[in-house]
């Protein structure tokens, strides 16, 4: 078993944290019973490129669970629990490439590290592995030998069907975001509460009173700008699509350009999966004290070179916030680099929502490695079968009974000649 972790002495905290986090895991705790017994992924390769945290660490023992060799590395550099890392290697004897805090060319080493093992399906989240594999840089036999794919994110969605529209996607993906168990709870719920958590960690801010600008109104903004409201903040959203943007005003929030909020603005998060969405026109007339925070997956959505071209200084305010001081004496803080606030300055989502989210991811593979000869070269939704189930079994979980429709409504349900 080959690993490259920051140090294996850590693994006791980490099992015990791991292990915490399993107790709010029921959904995926089952599907770990059934895969010990049924043995699903017998024999396949699965590298995973996800964050190292103790929720993954609990998709990755269902992954051996049902038979599968898996190894894991690291989906963002500033995500990695080095404990959880630990104990993955030492108690479940499952290869890590992750250490927190890699520069950008030792993330890209765990990634073709993870990819070493000729994986027959990959998982991904940010769709930095099969953009990999893709590349010029890898072998070319290894994608040949990968049946298909899971990804777990947003961004690494968009990519993936960019992809598929141009027709260089080599094998199929399942979109596991794109299931509803994962993005109506996971990214309103998981993001709405952890992004939060992240700041006011990193900061100690009171976030009520403050005027916190929310970019982009998807399903992660939509959480984030509840969670900031509830806590007493008054939010402005921004976005580009009107369909939202109006969603957003229904909702009671205030919208308007960019370029305006940010004048207003104590406090402002990005999470629109596109580049440069605060730039130099932006920076030039925040609020001296405004605390910028990232939350889309990759740290693009915040022109870090720009704001460090205008600054004079640039110093740390406190672990996690870096202060940059601009010509005129204007302070704006950056937490945790502009990477995912609630992965680099907190844990990132609660074990409870995460349950689902690797639900779907664990149901998804037993689905391809069930159909694997039946897909195209494409991005494919999670199975509307797979999605109900998971919803199901966190109802058990919560131990709340639903109705069944009779054989009376279901007949109605599915004629059309009985309108009256």
């Keep these: 078993m080959n690993y490259d972790i920051k140090t294996t002495e850590l693994a006791p905290t980490g099992k015990q944290r791991i292990d915490w986090a399993n107790r709010f895991m029921p959904v995926l705790d089952s599907i770990r019973a059934r895969f010990e017994n049924e043995r ?18 609990n998709l990755m023992k269902t992954l051996k669970a049902g038979g599968a060799e898996a190894v894991v590395c690291a989906s963002n550099p500033l995500s990695t629990q080095d404990d959880v890392a630990a104990s993955l290697v030492v108690d479940e004897k499952i290869g890590v490439f992750a250490i927190d805090g890699v520069d950008t060319d030792t993330y890209y080493k765990h990634i073709d590290a993870a990819l070493d093992m000729q994986p027959a399906i990959t998982m991904d989240d940010g769709a930095d592995l099969v953009s990999r594999l893709h590349s010029e840089e890898t072998n070319p036999s290894l994608i040949e030998q990968v049946v298909a794919g899971t990804e777990e ?20 993906i399942i979109a596991v975001n794109d299931a509803d168990t994962k993005h109506f709870f996971d990214n309103r719920y998981g993001t709405g509460q952890s992004t939060l958590d992240g700041i006011i960690r990193a900061t100690n801010l009171l976030i009520a009173g403050t005027t916190v600008v929310v970019a982009g109104y998807g399903w992660c903004g939509r959480g984030v700008a509840s969670r900031a409201r509830g806590l007493g903040a008054n939010v402005i959203v921004t976005e580009v699509n009107p369909l939202r943007a109006l969603e957003a005003v ?11 909020a940010v004048q207003e603005a104590d406090l402002i998060v990005t999470l629109t999966g596109d580049i440069h969405v605060l730039r130099k026109e932006h920076f030039e007339v925040m609020k001296d004290g405004t605390i910028i925070a990232n939350s889309g997956h990759f740290d693009v959505e915040i022109d870090i070179p720009m704001l460090g071209k205008l600054s004079v200084d640039k110093g740390s305010a406190r672990p996690y916030v870096d202060v940059y001081t601009l010509a005129d004496g204007r302070k704006l803080y950056l937490i945790g680099e502009g990477r995912l606030v609630n992965l680099a300055a907190a844990e990132g989502h609660p074990a409870s929502v995460m349950d689902m989210s690797f639900a779907n991811q664990a149901l998804s593979v037993e689905y391809i490695a069930k159909n694997r000869d039946s897909f195209e070269n494409r991005v494919y939704d999670v199975p509307k079968s797979i999605d109900e189930a998971v919803a199901q079994l966190k109802l058990q979980a919560f131990g709340i009974e639903i109705d069944t429709l009779t054989a009376e409504q279901e007949e109605y349900l599915n004629s059309w000649e009985m309108g009256t």
């Design 40 to 57: 699903p992924l017998e024999g396949l390769r699965i590298a995973a490129c996800l964050h190292v945290t103790t929720e993954t660490a």
């Design 153 to 172: 994110t947003t961004t690494g969605v968009i990519r993936l069907r960019s992809m598929a529209a141009e027709g260089v996607l080599r094998y199929p």
């Design 250 to 260: 229904m909702d009671g929030f205030r919208v308007m350009p960019m370029l305006e």
